[in-house]
C-alpha cells in the first residue's frame, strides 16, 4: 500500500482531489490532500511544505503528486519526506533558483498557448474557464470546483526556487492529451529539457483529476508498483 500526497494547484483546495482519492482508496492506499495556505500572504514555499508535512504525519511509502503550480511544492516535499516517487501532474517544473514570476517567459509559454489556441481553435475564448481550464470536466463539477477557488498570494513568486537541483527522487511526468491551459507538446517539451524524461500521457484537459480520475489512478498506482 503506498500512500499519495496530493498537492494542488494555484488559489485550489485538497478537495481537487476527492474523485482520485475514491479511486486510489477503494484499490487499497491511502492518501492525504492538504489545503495549502495560497490565501496567506505571509506564506511560502516553506509554509506550503511545513502544511504538506504535518499532514502527512508518520505516514510511509510515499508518493508526492503535484498539479500544475504544485509542481514548484511537490519536489521540496519529496526531498525533505525521502518519497519513493515524485509525480507531476500536467506540472510546472522549476529550474533550479528559478522563481515562478520567472517561468512563464523562461519556458516561452505564451506563445505556446497562443499556438495551441489557434490550431484547436478556442482562440477567441481563452478566457473562458470551462474551454480553457475546465474542458472536459461536466458543466455541473466544474462549477462546483470554482466555487471553493480562493485568491491566490504572488507573494513569494518573485523569490528564487530554493533547490540547486532536482531531488534525488524517481520522477515521473503526466500529460493530459486535452490540455488547453498547458498545452500537451509545451509540456512534453519541457519535460524532456528540464527533466530529462519522457511523459506519460491520460484523457483529459488540464483537470484531469475531476475528469478522468480512474485514468490518473491507473498510472500513479503503476508508479507506487515499481518503488
Not at 494547484?9 to 478537495?15: E, F, M
Not at 461536466?138 to 504572488?154: H, I
Request: charged share 25%.
Amino acid at each position: 500500500m503506498a500512500t499519495f500526497v496530493l498537492i494542488h494547484g494555484a488559489a485550489d483546495v485538497g478537495w481537487y482531489w476527492h474523485l482520485l482519492e475514491a479511486e486510489l482508496r477503494a484499490r487499497g492506499h491511502d492518501t492525504v490532500a492538504p489545503d495549502l495556505p495560497c490565501d496567506d500572504d505571509a506564506a511560502g514555499l516553506d509554509e506550503y511544505v511545513d502544511t504538506v508535512r504535518e499532514a502527512i504525519g508518520d505516514r510511509t511509502d510515499l508518493v508526492v503528486v503535484g498539479h500544475s503550480l504544485g509542481g514548484f511544492t511537490a519536489p521540496l516535499v519529496a526531498d525533505r519526506v525521502d518519497a519513493d516517487a515524485l509525480v507531476l501532474v500536467a506540472g510546472m517544473i522549476p529550474a533550479p533558483g528559478e522563481p515562478p514570476n520567472d517561468w512563464w517567459g523562461n519556458t516561452g509559454y505564451s506563445a505556446a498557448s497562443d499556438r495551441h489556441a489557434r490550431q484547436d481553435g478556442y482562440a477567441d475564448q481563452k478566457d473562458d474557464p470551462f474551454v480553457t481550464f475546465y474542458n472536459g470536466v461536466p458543466r455541473e463539477l466544474a462549477q462546483q470546483a470554482m466555487g471553493k477557488e480562493r485568491r491566490q498570494s504572488d507573494t513569494w513568486m518573485a523569490a528564487p526556487w530554493p533547490l540547486d537541483a532536482w531531488p534525488a527522487v524517481p520522477t515521473k511526468f503526466v500529460v493530459c492529451r486535452d490540455d488547453r491551459f498547458f498545452p500537451p507538446d509545451f509540456l512534453r517539451r519541457l519535460a524532456t529539457e528540464r527533466l530529462g524524461v519522457t511523459p506519460d500521457e491520460i484523457d483529459g484537459g488540464h483537470c484531469a483529476a475531476l475528469s478522468h480520475p480512474g485514468q490518473l489512478a491507473d498510472v500513479l498506482e503503476r508508479y507506487a508498483s515499481k518503488t
